[in-house]
């Protein structure tokens, strides 16, 4: 289906099929690590982050599908004759991790007579972003314009073109819910939704509201029947106070709020997605944290997390209680941070989830298959020297002129595939 002839809606009314998705359990064993900067985990020969038990990199199909393997551990209904026809109603999903404008970034796509063309930085990806039915980005900067002055950390603003670039790459769900949403304050995020409004209206945009009304409505995705609920929230917004004449302007993760729009998401489609901004910076498991609200929302309704914000990738799993599929972070997207030392390799790889979503017997939404894509972030001077690269096509050649390795020697391109390996599985 082309980008164009997507079916996009926001709904209000009362949808009565409830999803009861039993789906294959498969568990990662992650060791535990502790949060911050100064207690960066990094590869050592020989000592493996995470003892991997699946492999995630590769497209896991369920039992009962075309080109699914039989297992006796499959979902209940999965493996029933005439189940999940190759031609009945799917959606394939993609999503990928953080877009940080540090000033390196915003460098690379300068023009000389004024403004700014982001477009290489999707160049290489842009295919497989438009390819998806639906392509989910997190956007953890504001786009505020070039009015409230482009800025890189710690205070953030992106100017317009950027949002341009993502719409001309093919995304079409935009995460605005991190904790530099409000980095420029109430006119930062009043100046965004009215680019996306004024400029790209046919791009959902989560997360951040100018309105109460804007807050309380779930946005719904149909096609083929099938209809698809997403939510977006994040920890905090770095100690910045929400307004006060606007309260609604950033969705933030309460529980009572979440469970409460859980409810009404599982009341308005058949599949729920939360992608939560959580977690602690640079760690490559999942904290405590973390865990503790995937089991939440997995309990809630939720059917698939797909979160961001530590800035490196972490595994993906699934919950204990009730099912959901976990991609704990994706990590960084774009990003050229300052920071040196060992670690800064680690944010430099990050992965695009890949999720195909279809109905099994009983009509019920259900995950056919799920994956994640390795990437690496490509930083060099110049004009169009930053852009995003999946890693089975980053060469040896790119690795060497990546100056990213100036600030942390261990960066290679071996190093991206043990990381890649270590945390997501085999590819």
């Known amino acids: 289906m082309s980008y164009m002839g997507k079916n996009k809606m926001k709904h209000k009314n009362f949808r009565g099929m409830l999803l009861a998705a039993c789906i294959l359990a498969v568990f990662l064993q992650g060791c535990g690590k502790t949060g911050g900067e100064e207690n960066v985990p990094v590869l050592e020969d020989g000592v493996p982050l995470q003892e991997i038990k699946v492999d995630l990199v590769r497209e896991e199909s369920f039992p009962g599908e075309a080109g699914g393997e039989d297992s006796a551990e499959g979902p209940a209904d999965g493996d029933q004759e005439g189940g999940n026809e190759p031609d009945s109603p799917e959606i394939t999903l993609v999503m990928v991790g953080d877009i940080l404008l540090h000033t390196p970034v915003a460098q690379s796509a300068e023009l000389e007579n004024g403004g700014y063309d982001f477009g290489a930085l999707f160049g290489e990806m842009k295919g497989e972003i438009a390819e998806a039915d639906l392509a989910l980005v997190n956007q953890e900067v504001i786009i505020g314009g070039g009015e409230l002055g482009v800025s890189g950390y710690p205070t953030f603003n992106a100017p317009y073109e950027l949002g341009d670039a993502l719409a001309e790459a093919g995304f079409d769900v935009v995460l605005h819910a991190t904790n530099h949403a409000l980095d420029k304050g109430k006119k930062g995020i009043l100046n965004c939704l009215s680019f996306w409004q004024e400029q790209h209206p046919e791009l959902a945009v989560l997360g951040i509201h100018g309105s109460q009304a804007s807050q309380d409505e779930i946005y719904v995705y149909e096609q083929e029947g099938i209809r698809l609920a997403v939510l977006n929230y994040t920890y905090g917004t770095n100690g910045i106070p929400?307004?006060?004449?606007?309260?609604?302007?950033?969705?933030?993760?309460?529980?009572?709020?979440?469970?409460?729009?859980?409810?009404?998401?599982?009341?308005?489609?058949?599949?729920?997605?939360?992608?939560?901004?959580?977690?602690?910076?640079?760690?490559?498991?999942?904290?405590?944290?973390?865990?503790?609200?995937?089991?939440?929302?997995?309990?809630?309704?939720?059917?698939?997390?797909?979160?961001?914000?530590?800035?490196?990738?972490?595994?993906?799993?699934?919950?204990?209680?009730?099912?959901?599929?976990?991609?704990?972070?994706?990590?960084?997207?774009?990003?050229?941070?300052?920071?040196?030392?060992?670690?800064?390799?680690?944010?430099?790889?990050?992965?695009?989830?890949?999720?195909?979503?279809?109905?099994?017997?009983?009509?019920?939404?259900?995950?056919?298959?799920?994956?994640?894509?390795?990437?690496?972030?490509?930083?060099?001077?110049?004009?169009?020297g930053v852009r995003v690269y999946p890693l089975d096509s980053y060469t040896e050649e790119l690795a060497g002129r990546n100056e990213i390795v100036r600030q942390d020697e261990t960066f290679s391109l071996e190093y991206c595939r043990n990381l890649a390996e270590r945390v997501f599985g085999s590819f």
């Open 242 to 384: 929400l307004p006060q004449d606007m309260p609604y302007s950033v969705d933030l993760l309460d529980r009572d709020r979440v469970a409460d729009d859980l409810q009404e998401a599982r009341e308005l489609a058949d599949f729920v997605i939360v992608c939560p901004h959580w977690g602690t910076e640079y760690v490559l498991d999942a904290v405590e944290e973390q865990r503790e609200w995937a089991e939440f929302m997995a309990e809630n309704g939720a059917d698939l997390i797909l979160g961001t914000h530590p800035h490196v990738i972490e595994p993906v799993e699934w919950t204990e209680g009730r099912e959901a599929l976990v991609y704990y972070s994706l990590g960084n997207f774009v990003n050229w941070t300052s920071g040196t030392g060992e670690g800064v390799a680690n944010r430099m790889v990050g992965g695009m989830a890949r999720v195909t979503i279809g109905l099994d017997d009983q009509g019920e939404a259900v995950i056919r298959s799920y994956g994640v894509e390795p990437l690496v972030c490509h930083v060099e001077q110049g004009f169009g």
